[in-house]
């Protein structure tokens, strides 16, 4: 809804439908290009939630105050923390919102909580940002949802001051870490060999980093207790989701193709005559990869599982 709202085109990784917009990447934000490429980002999404919020005489509110002022019942106490990087696609933060995996588990279906998302959540026009207030929100609503996924070859959310801080502020509020990643084999095998070094990490703003690091400073240990505390903390979370991963991964190579998803089909159905389980197999390919590789990824597999194992089971 807000990102039709604020004319950001995207396509639906639940539905598949492309949403058109009329936003396009102003000259002032040039930077976002020479940086990142052309293709629309999370840097964009704010973009376009601040010109909406100037054109609109809005500019000292977030989106979600704006709609929340209007009696719109879709805004309301955030029960998940987003942590992202803003250089990803929206599409690729949309997918982590949009899947039910076991992790989701007795709570509600992703597509009905609500979230804090920095992109609606924050006034977009004010810079205001508050070590202390970041901390007391994560502990208030003590669920984070940390979106981990491959950049360059990277995990660029390791390398950004804010994301280190908002997984820093999960673990300080006891709150509930999970990760959502396109490849969490590859990030747990990344997370393992790269060393953390959160006063290295970047940020937009450099005095939004200095407020940071002088607040970690101040700590019991410092950086170096952050640094470990934040890698264990991954650590743990992304095991989590690989966990989940490998129920489908059944030969290890990081996709669920048509061979792993006939063990998945026979450990759920046992035996079925004539090429019944080679036949959905070949329908999941089919009605799922969206990539048109002839295999699925963690999310595509993730959609198959929701929308068949009623029917399999």
């Not at 990447?25 to 704010?46: F, H, M, Q």
């Not at 919020?53 to 805004?75: A, H, M, T």
């Not at 004539?274 to 699925?296: M, P, T, V, Y």
Request: aromatic share 10%.
């Amino acid at each position: 809804k807000v990102l039709d709202m604020v004319g950001v085109p995207f396509r639906d990784p639940d539905t598949g439908k492309q949403h058109a917009g009329s936003y396009v990447r102003p000259d002032s934000v040039k930077w976002i290009t020479e940086a990142y490429g052309e293709n629309l980002n999370c840097y964009d999404v704010a973009q376009a939630v601040k010109i909406w919020l100037r054109k609109n005489g809005q500019k000292d509110k977030s989106l979600c105050e704006v709609l929340q002022d209007e009696g719109d019942e879709s805004v309301g106490e955030a029960e998940v923390f987003v942590s992202h990087v803003q250089l990803e696609p929206i599409e690729e933060t949309l997918e982590a919102l949009c899947v039910k995996t076991e992790m989701t588990e007795g709570r509600k279906h992703p597509r009905e909580q609500k979230y804090w998302i920095d992109l609606f959540s924050l006034a977009q026009c004010k810079n205001d940002f508050n070590v202390d207030r970041v901390i007391e929100i994560i502990k208030e609503i003590k669920h984070v949802l940390l979106i981990l996924n491959r950049w360059d070859n990277k995990i660029e959310y390791t390398k950004r001051i804010f994301c280190i801080f908002e997984t820093f502020a999960a673990i300080k509020g006891q709150a509930t870490i999970e990760v959502w990643s396109r490849e969490p084999r590859w990030v747990m095998d990344r997370i393992k060999d790269e060393p953390v070094n959160a006063e290295d990490a970047k940020a937009r703003n450099e005095k939004d980093k200095d407020k940071i690091v002088g607040f970690i400073n101040q700590l019991d240990g410092g950086m170096d207790a952050l640094n470990k505390d934040f890698k264990k903390a991954i650590d743990n979370a992304a095991g989590a989701a690989l966990e989940v991963f490998e129920s489908f991964d059944k030969d290890g190579d990081g996709f669920v193709g048509f061979d792993d998803l006939k063990l998945f089909i026979q450990d759920l159905v046992g035996d079925a005559p004539g090429n019944i389980i080679e036949n959905i197999a070949n329908d999941a390919i089919r009605d799922f990869d969206r990539e048109q590789n002839g295999k699925l990824n963690y999310f595509e597999s993730c959609k198959f599982f929701e929308s068949s194992i009623g029917g399999l089971g």
